[in-house]
């Protein structure tokens, strides 16, 4: 059952459902329009194709869908948006130093062995993974370790929102190293759209079209 609106603090939220959404956009189209689209991988690819043929530039947090498909859909159309497994700043910290490694120092950790655990108090769709796996993995094998098979995991300790975990072993067993994170709320995740919001906002302010970004762009801007 559809809502027509929702208090939030001292602001109203109207809630639309899909068959009003084009209609409602033209009766909102001054200024800059930034989407906000935290969805489902099977409606991933319907929903970009969506913001891209009413020319609305959108965040969007996902770790499903045809992502390869995903990119071109906003590099084929006149809007840009921010694309990212994850908004949580702290996450994407260790992405970013990851990122940076593998480019810098290529097979420095070769013959090793990397494990990837995520943990998450709501249930993980068996077809989506774990945002740290799937956006890590290409990192770690860039400076030559080998995945083992670590899977996102629901047992967790109650008072935590996400665990994630990386551990990396020396061949011989001998030396390791490892990083992680913990995540006690949602509102790391809410202060990383914000900043992706604003941050997508100023780039169509300055005329982006067709360009695709991360929350490591967001960062880094």
Do not use: C
Not at 38 to 45: G, H, K, S
Not at 51 to 66: I, K
Not at 118 to 129: A, C, F, M, S
């Amino acid at each position: 059952m559809w809502h027509p609106a929702l208090e939030f603090g001292s602001k109203l939220i109207t809630l639309v459902p899909p068959s009003l959404h084009e209609s409602t956009l033209r009766l909102h189209r001054s200024g800059v329009i930034i989407a906000v689209d935290f969805t489902r991988l099977d409606v991933v690819n319907r929903n970009a194709e969506f913001f891209a043929e009413a020319g609305v530039p959108f965040v969007m947090g996902t770790t499903g869908g045809d992502r390869e498909k995903l990119l071109e859909t906003v590099r084929r159309s006149r809007i840009s948006a921010v694309i990212a497994s994850n908004m949580a700043t702290p996450v994407i910290l260790v992405q970013a130093i990851l990122e940076h490694a593998a480019q810098t120092f290529p097979n420095a950790l070769e013959g090793w062995v990397s494990g990837l655990y995520e943990t998450d108090q709501q249930p993980i769709p068996e077809n989506v993974g774990g945002p740290a796996i799937r956006d890590w993995r290409p990192f770690l094998e860039a400076l030559g370790a080998t995945m083992s098979d670590g899977k996102p995991s629901n047992q967790v300790d109650p008072t935590f929102q996400v665990v994630g975990l990386i551990n990396l072993m020396s061949p011989d067993g001998k030396a390791g190293m490892g990083m992680n994170y913990l995540i006690k709320n949602r509102g790391v995740n809410a202060e990383g759209t914000l900043r992706a919001i604003r941050f997508l906002a100023e780039k169509v302010r300055a005329g982006s079209q067709g360009e695709v970004f991360s929350m490591i762009d967001v960062l880094k801007g």
